[in-house]
């Protein structure tokens, strides 16, 4: 029997889904050594702790909150002190984060500071005493690792998208803490904070991705490839590296080994060949579709389910046909 | 201005991926070997700086086998002025253990900036470098993308999961630096022959205890992928149903 | 994807690290810079001059030279390096760099005053400054000797008049090394070569039109009608035919190595091809025909970078002779362009796109077989190397 911890991740005033697994995940970590408690850590401005009944839906028997006017933005070393802070108290056998962007700033910092081994980008494990015992991508997915964590608290952060969360309702606890170091004399500060794009989903929090290659031909043909993401309503756009490279999309929506690392439950690829530094990026999608007029492409052997032929014809018609098959619920 | 990065030998996976027959390592026959992606993006990111300011030092730092001079000699071809190569059989899979043994190279040798790649191409696990800060108890930017520096501080954008984060900092600080920030530049030919006659000092790695090790490497499992729905739209509505009842995606 | 090359006998271990360093600089420089041009070039029958601040930078031009004048000081192995690598890409790319290396500025260096030197080539090594040889007449191919290129002395200096033909960057030159007879026309000792800038009144070039090879390069005809020029032109240290011959040995060492590179790009795309490319219901490259197709330029490779690197180390070492060059660039150039051939084969209708490298390769390889003395030339020099005998 051991408690585990979580640190979830808010950002504008609301959770992000990461927060939800790394919760989900630590509950099920505890339950399974044999019933132990999950607590949580939610940091952020003043008013934050609306936020905590929502980590016990997904497991959490304790959350503690830290609000603090200058909580606005992520504060590393604020951040980790108080992560660290928090593990170093609690006596856990594991603690765990998001492999988010600021899940990798944040998990080894804390690591560093309890000076225990972090398991990062992790999609799954198992604690198999005296070790965890972690799944970790290597080699740009090329394999998979499995490494031998020893020590307590161990700490892993969760490869977004990888383990979902599962609801396991429970009336939280919610215990107010000061930050571990004061805000005050945090030397790197965020000062801005400015979102690209008008309300898109994330790439990383989309149960959804459809990306766009070459096959588009154009920057303007990517029209399809957003039509088709509206149409799932729960969809971000990716693209390939070329297509980045050509401009036709930022390059913030690169998916593959030198851009965006992603797991979604679904994969639609729109005239993408497969190259191995995109495969790298999108193969540990639970479904993958791939739309290419060439059925050799290594995309098609990746892919679940694919369609040969021209996308042109292809994509307008699976833009309406999901459409209606939402209507229809 | 006195620059330290430090820097990572990994194999070339591209051409050739084989398991090793210990079952936990790549098979290392016909291996090529080379700079991490992201490891030159930091060397150039150094060069630019000391050339901007019109003097200082950059020295490069990796930890590794014998091989590791390779590409601490890459490093001084592209410009570096001089390598420190921390010998050891293996690089561990434990970042914690690399950090510790790069403090005592760092700490106290009048670097202004320490700078990392975003994350090694192998083992991608994004740490050292904030964990190198952690230990050093300096400030640490994360996945930098765009940099300036004006005195003794810098400005540090970080393009995260949808939205761009402006940071603020002091130096001396450690920064891990993203692709994109700045083409790292071909070594020369002319630097090639000039590196030959740049020093590398050779010290044991003083590697830490050692908690987190690979225990297995497989390959990913085989997708059952490769299953054509059909050809052309007229695959479309068959498409849809297996989304909906078989993968219950829709 | 990036091009890795082919090392089926480990002759990478018999290369030094700086050798491998320079090759896999120039290598990358050819992924990033030249192959996203090329196709379009060889299109538009282009040479990519905005290619040539980078070539320099790099320290490509005149790499053996040494560092005094601005050039790298390479051995010559890693100079050969080069030019394969460069000619993986295409061979317009390698041909631009051996004329301004080994037909510029190799001649300034090795026949040049002091003063001649210090002016001309650090400027031609940073690329500020670009170099065409002439030699080749339109009646004087193969026998160059015949040439009717003249050079007479006026009281001021020289005054020189001809046509030379087939010249690679003619048309871009700022400065041409021209070789004239200063004396009779059967007087081939009287051969002599003159630093000639080509805004001097009376020098003209145009371009050859109609190349269906050698696309991506520059190729001239010059005419110099009275060109003037000051006493100080003339290379005071050159004399007879053997001078500019020299300079074609050095020209034609390069051209041994970038032959092998040619071959590698086309033997890594047919190999490419054959393994995803399915045609009753298997890869291509599980066909006997094609693995037969492979394996012989697989063989051919490898025996040609065998003794290419053997050559390299005796010019290193100051032994080699012209003959072993002639050897090296005939059987490099003819399996080229059966490797490239056979690949376009391989290749199927693609292989006639210029999206694929291979034909592209052959087409170029003809001009590389037939120049610097072509494959019958060679012969030849070989069959007197043989026998003591001369037959042309």
């Avoid at chain 1, 839906?57 to 603090?68: F, I, M, N, Q």
């Avoid at chain 2, 992201?38 to 091989?67: M, N, T, W």
Wanted: proline letters at 5%; charged letters at 20%.
């Amino acid at each position: 029997m051991a408690s585990t911890f979580a640190f979830a991740e808010a950002r504008g005033g609301a959770l992000r889904k990461v927060a939800f697994e790394a919760v989900s995940t630590a509950r099920r970590a505890a339950d399974a050594s044999g019933g132990g408690e999950a607590h949580a850590l939610l940091l952020g401005p003043p008013g934050i702790s609306t936020l905590a009944e929502q980590l016990g839906r997904y497991g959490a028997d304790r959350v503690s909150v830290v609000e603090h006017p200058a909580l606005e933005h992520y504060s590393p070393e604020v951040f980790a002190a108080t992560a660290a802070a928090q593990l170093r108290a609690g006596n856990y056998r594991a603690g765990f984060f998001s492999a988010s962007a600021q899940g990798r700033d944040l998990a080894p910092r804390a690591a560093a500071a309890l000076g225990v081994g972090l398991a990062a980008d992790i999609i799954a494990f198992e604690l198999d005493e005296p070790a965890l015992i972690a799944r970790h991508p290597a080699y740009i997915g090329k394999a998979i690792a499995s490494l031998r964590l020893e020590g307590s608290p161990a700490l892993v952060s969760l490869r977004p998208g990888a383990l979902a969360a599962a609801e396991a309702p429970r009336a939280a606890r919610v215990e107010h803490a000061p930050p571990a170091l004061d805000p005050a004399a945090a030397r790197v500060v965020v000062t801005k904070v400015v979102a690209r794009g008008a309300a898109k989903l994330d790439l990383g929090e989309a149960p959804v991705i459809v990306s766009g290659g070459r096959g588009l031909k154009g920057a303007e043909h990517f029209r399809l490839v957003e039509e088709l993401a509206a149409a799932f309503g729960n969809a971000a756009v990716g693209a390939t590296r070329a297509v980045t490279d050509d401009g036709w999309r930022p390059a913030t929506d690169q998916i593959g080994q030198t851009g965006r690392l992603v797991s979604p439950q679904l994969y639609v690829a729109v005239g993408i060949s497969g190259a191995i530094q995109h495969l790298a990026g999108m193969r540990t999608a639970k479904v993958i579709v791939a739309i290419n007029k060439d059925r050799d492409a290594p995309i098609m052997k990746l892919a679940d389910y694919a369609i040969v032929g021209d996308l042109f014809e292809i994509v307008p018609r699976l833009t309406e046909a999901v459409k209606q098959a939402r209507a229809e619920g | 201005m006195k620059i330290a990065v430090c820097i990572k030998r990994v194999p070339d996976t591209e051409v050739r991926f084989a398991i090793g027959t210990d079952r936990k390592s790549i098979d290392p026959t016909g291996l090529k070997f080379d700079l991490s992606d992201f490891d030159g993006y930091a060397i150039e990111v150094a060069l630019r700086l000391k050339e901007q300011q019109g003097g200082g030092e950059v020295v490069a730092l990796s930890l590794g086998p014998d091989g590791t001079q390779e590409i601490l000699r890459k490093a001084l071809s592209m410009g570096i002025d001089r390598a420190v190569h921390l010998q050891a059989d293996a690089i561990p899979f434990d970042a914690l253990s690399i950090a510790r043994a790069l403090v005592p190279e760092l700490e106290g040798q009048g670097f202004e900036l320490i700078l990392f790649g975003r994350n090694a191409t192998d083992t991608g696990n994004a740490c050292v470098g904030p964990m190198t800060a952690e230990l050093l108890g300096m400030p640490c930017v994360t996945a930098v993308s765009h940099l300036e520096l004006s005195e003794a501080r810098g400005i540090a954008q970080r393009e995260l999961e949808g939205v761009t984060e402006t940071v603020s900092f002091p130096l001396p600080a450690v920064l891990t630096i993203d692709e994109g920030i700045a083409r790292p530049r071909l070594p020369s030919l002319k630097g090639i022959m000039a590196a030959k006659k740049k020093p590398i000092d050779v010290r044991p790695a003083q590697l830490g205890e050692i908690r987190l090790s690979v225990q297995t490497l497989e390959l990913p499992p085989e997708r059952a992928g490769g299953r054509i729905v059909g050809e052309g739209p007229e695959a479309v509505p068959e498409l849809v149903r297996l989304l909906r009842d078989e993968a219950k995606v829709l | 994807m990036a091009f890795s090359g082919v090392d089926f006998y480990q002759l990478d271990t018999l290369l030094s690290e700086e050798e491998r360093a320079v090759r896999d600089t120039v290598r990358a420089w050819v992924d990033d810079q030249l192959m996203p041009l090329i196709a379009d070039c060889y299109i538009e029958g282009r040479f990519p001059k905005e290619l040539i601040p980078g070539l320099a930078e790099l320290g490509v031009l005149g790499a053996n030279l040494p560092e005094e004048y601005g050039c790298a000081g390479l051995n010559n192995v890693a100079y050969g390096l080069i030019m394969q690598e460069l000619e993986r890409g295409d061979s317009g790319i390698r041909s631009f760099a051996s004329v301004q290396g080994a037909l510029v500025m190799y001649p300034i260096h090795a026949f040049g005053s002091d003063q001649q030197k210090t002016h001309w080539l650090p400027r031609l090594a940073a690329g500020k400054e670009i170099g065409c040889f002439g030699l080749t007449e339109p009646d004087y191919g193969s026998n160059p000797g015949g040439m009717i290129t003249t050079a007479k002395e006026t009281r001021d200096g020289w005054a020189l008049n001809g046509t030379k033909m087939w010249i690679t960057n003619g048309s871009q030159a700022s400065v041409a090394v021209i070789w004239a007879k200063t004396g009779a026309l059967d007087d081939v000792s009287s051969i002599r070569g003159f630093i000639v800038p080509t805004s001097s009144k009376g020098y003209s070039a145009k371009d050859q039109k109609g190349k269906l090879s050698l696309r991506a390069s520059d190729t001239s005809e010059i005419h110099l009608d009275n060109v003037q020029l000051p006493r100080d032109a003339l290379l005071p240290k050159s004399g007879g035919i053997k001078s500019p011959l020299s300079c074609l040995t050095q020209a034609r060492y390069g051209i041994a190595w970038g032959a092998i590179g040619a071959a590698m790009a086309c033997y890594e795309e047919a190999v490419g091809y054959a393994k995803t490319r399915v045609m009753f219901a298997k890869p291509i490259g599980a066909t006997q025909i094609q693995q037969v197709r492979l394996a012989e330029m697989l063989t051919e490779i490898t025996k040609a970078q065998c003794l290419t690197l053997q050559l390299g180390r005796l010019k290193d070492a100051k032994t080699m002779t012209p003959q072993q060059v002639s050897l090296a660039k005939r059987n490099n150039v003819t399996i080229a362009c059966d490797i490239a051939r056979e690949a376009r084969r391989l290749l199927g209708a693609n292989g006639i796109l210029v999206e694929y490298h291979s034909m592209r390769h052959l087409a170029n390889l003809e001009s590389v077989y037939t120049y610097e003395g072509t494959h019958d030339m060679h012969s030849l020099i070989l069959g007197e190397e043989i026998t003591g005998l001369s037959a042309y």
